[in-house]
């Protein structure tokens, strides 16, 4: 039964890996322009995007004048006469019953208290804000998909050492079984080793079942069904350390964009506060129209007439029971409440950067260290395993031997890809991902 699940198992792998070397495997790099370009959050965010441009042209284009056509009619049940009386006329008519006109006017504000400028550039840096989202979303994405990719990548170099550890079992086993034939073992000794290829077989399936659960994720962000084949390089030994901590925060604080952001927000909301306390002054605007109605201006006439009419209007808004002062407030609380949110930002930066710096320290070190460890308990598998094919040693000496050195390896592979996605967590925290992306392309 054992033999039977085994050989199946390493069908199932040898026909997923088959239809995966169809297609080109995908680098990091491809797979952050995939997502790039594929992506719909990223879809939704440039909608956004195109959104706050419209809006500023709407903004600009308040400074310019407005054309309109107009055209009326209108019934008036009684018309003013004369007050005097006329021989042979009475009192005569002053206008018509109906009346009929059409008209073109042309509307231009002069002075609006800096209003319309400061709401153009409020919607100026509401863009400069959606732009500043828009790349703190980028690179959240491509964090996103860095970090799946190394888990992937862990995943395959994990299934690797599984089955490297599996045909060292199935060799120990072949050698137990020759014992035992031999009376030199007993059946206890098969059996473990038997028991040890098992367990590694079990955890090589739960792999695989994580690999696409892995996959499925990956896949959703670059909106693919499936996923290509994934390209699994080789573990970098020479490991680039990070600046100094002051300089990575200062770094930080320079180039992240939810505080380009934020900075975007609160000029936004001054500009808002300035156009609301510009109520306050009078709104001028000029208007000119060409009429061309029936009467025209001589009301003695019920004749089609044009003329045209040109004219100042002027506003000023003395008191609105404080609502124009309580917005002028709400304005300025949330104004407030942005500085608040950029310093509190400001701290987590700092401290984010600052912990991730601690733990590539610690990273490193234990990097080093396991390192030593595969060497050392490789070696120390290769002498037991002469020891044991000289009789010198026993099968539950070799089983152990051969457990610590998967054991060692799996947490080598697990120091390496937690190195790699820390310093991916120290890119995303200093606004370095992105900018090193912008360099490749």
């Not at 199946?8 to 080109?24: D, Y």
């Not at 050492?161 to 206890?188: D, V, Y």
């Not at 460890?373 to 044991?388: A, I, P």
Request: negative net charge.
């Amino acid at each position: 039964m054992l033999r039977r699940c085994w050989r199946a198992g390493w069908c199932w792998c040898f026909l997923g890996a088959a239809a995966w070397a169809q297609e080109p495997a995908l680098s990091l790099e491809e797979l952050w322009r995939l997502a790039r370009q594929r992506n719909l959050e990223l879809a939704q965010q440039e909608l956004l995007r195109q959104q706050a441009v419209e809006e500023l042209a709407i903004q600009e284009l308040e400074k310019r004048p407005v054309v309109s056509a107009q055209a009326g009619y209108g019934y008036t049940s009684e018309v003013a006469r004369l007050p005097i009386e006329l021989p042979g006329i009475g009192r005569p008519a002053a206008g018509t019953r109906n009346r009929y006109e059409t008209a073109v006017v042309v509307e231009q504000p002069l002075y609006t208290g800096g209003r319309l400028g400061q709401q153009s550039e409020a919607a100026l840096q509401q863009l400069r804000a959606q732009e500043a989202q828009q790349q703190a979303a980028v690179e959240q994405l491509l964090l996103q998909v860095g970090q799946l990719y190394y888990q992937v990548h862990l995943n395959l170099i994990q299934q690797q050492i599984l089955a490297e550890a599996m045909e060292r079992a199935g060799l120990h086993l072949l050698r137990a079984r020759a014992r035992w034939a031999a009376s030199q073992a007993t059946p206890f000794d098969t059996l473990e080793v038997a028991n040890h290829r098992l367990q590694l077989y079990t955890q090589a399936r739960e792999l695989a079942d994580q690999e696409q659960i892995l996959r499925l994720r990956l896949g959703r962000l670059l909106d693919l069904d499936p996923l290509p084949a994934l390209a699994v390089d080789s573990p970098a030994e020479q490991l680039p350390f990070p600046d100094s901590l002051e300089l990575l925060q200062d770094a930080a604080l320079r180039r992240h964009p939810e505080l380009r952001q934020l900075a975007a927000l609160r000029e936004a909301q001054s500009r808002r506060l300035a156009a609301l306390e510009s109520v306050r002054r009078p709104q001028v605007y000029a208007s000119a129209a060409y009429r061309y109605g029936r009467p025209g201006v001589d009301f003695f006439k019920d004749d089609w007439m044009g003329y045209y009419t040109v004219g100042l209007n002027a506003r000023w808004q003395v008191w609105d029971w404080g609502q124009d002062q309580g917005q002028v407030e709400k304005a300025r609380l949330e104004g407030r409440r942005l500085e608040v949110q950029d310093r509190q930002l400001r701290l987590e930066i700092r401290q984010q950067v600052a912990e991730i710096s601690a733990q590539l320290h610690s990273a490193a070190e234990q990097l080093g260290l396991q390192r030593q460890l595969v060497d050392q308990e490789r070696e120390r598998e290769r002498l037991v395993g002469q020891s044991y094919a000289q009789g010198q040693a026993t099968s539950l000496d070799l089983h152990r031997a051969e457990s610590d050195l998967t054991a060692a390896q799996l947490a080598l592979e697990h120091s390496r890809i937690q190195w790699r996605q820390l310093c991916l967590q120290l890119d995303f925290a200093t606004g370095a991902l992105a900018e090193h992306i912008q360099e490749e392309e």
